[in-house]
């Protein structure tokens, strides 16, 4: 049996609640204190941003200009997320589309590895928040149709191409003029009187 009084005991409880309660506040506000002086590690994203690591396996890039249109990355993905169109002009390309469709990809990097000129890479972007779910099959060109000095080199390809035509039709032209020079000549030296032609001349 408790011989205090309720009175004392209530006192005393109340007392040690109110103690609990400045401890408890006390131990917060020392941890909140403690972290308010520190470095956030937290950062305001997507206004700021955490540095990624390089062999971070993130959105593809392509370089576009080195692609080849081999399809050797579309082959090598194991889920088919990769797409291509380009019209060839001899050994340029005009460009259609490079699409990879994220809603499949697991960023495996199977399609990087077998590029013969290393033009597909893994990013370091990340985010693919949309509301509509086409926009996640992202085309990877950076411009469609020829690249200008593509279409440089492709005029030059034609230019250098016509000259060669029209030098083989020139020389074909002159080969077949000194052919009939040299006929017309077989001809006049079968007529003249010197080679004992129809005239007679050289029994007289
Ligand atoms: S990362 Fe993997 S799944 Fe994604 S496109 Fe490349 S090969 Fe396919
Ligand atoms: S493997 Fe490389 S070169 Fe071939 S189509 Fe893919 S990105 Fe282009």
């Known amino acids: 049996m408790d011989s205090r009084s309720p009175t004392m005991v209530s006192a005393k409880q109340y ?56 399809l050797a990355c579309a082959r090598a993905c194991p889920i088919d997320c990769i ?32 590029c013969p000129k290393d033009c597909i890479h893994m990013g370091t972007e990340f985010a693919l928040v949309t509301e509509d779910r086409s926009e996640l099959n992202h085309d990877l060109l950076s411009f469609k149709g020829m690249a200008p000095d593509a279409r440089v080199r492709m005029k030059e390809a034609e230019v250098k191409k016509a000259a060669k035509a029209a030098a083989k039709e020139a020389a074909a032209a002159q080969k077949a003029e000194e052919a009939t020079a040299e006929e017309g000549g077989a ?8 080679s004992g032609g129809d005239t007679g001349g050289g029994e007289a």
């Not at 020392?30 to 305001?44: E, H, N, S």
């Not at 001809?187 to 010197?194: F, L, M, R, V």
Request: charged share 25%; proline share 6%.
């Open 15 to 70: 007392i040690g609640n109110v103690w609990n309660a400045l401890h408890s506040t006390l131990v917060g506000m020392r941890i909140t204190g403690k972290y308010f002086l520190q470095k956030p590690i937290t950062v305001q994203y997507p206004d700021q941003r955490l540095p990624i690591p390089d062999r971070y396996r993130g959105i593809h890039y392509l370089e576009q200009e080195k692609c080849i249109n081999c």
């Open 83 to 114: 797409e291509m169109d380009a019209i060839r002009h001899g050994k340029e390309l005009e460009w259609v589309s490079f699409t990879l469709d994220y809603q499949k990809c697991m960023f495996c990097e199977l399609c990087v590895y077998p």
């Open 187 to 194: 001809e006049q030296d079968d007529a003249s009187p010197e």
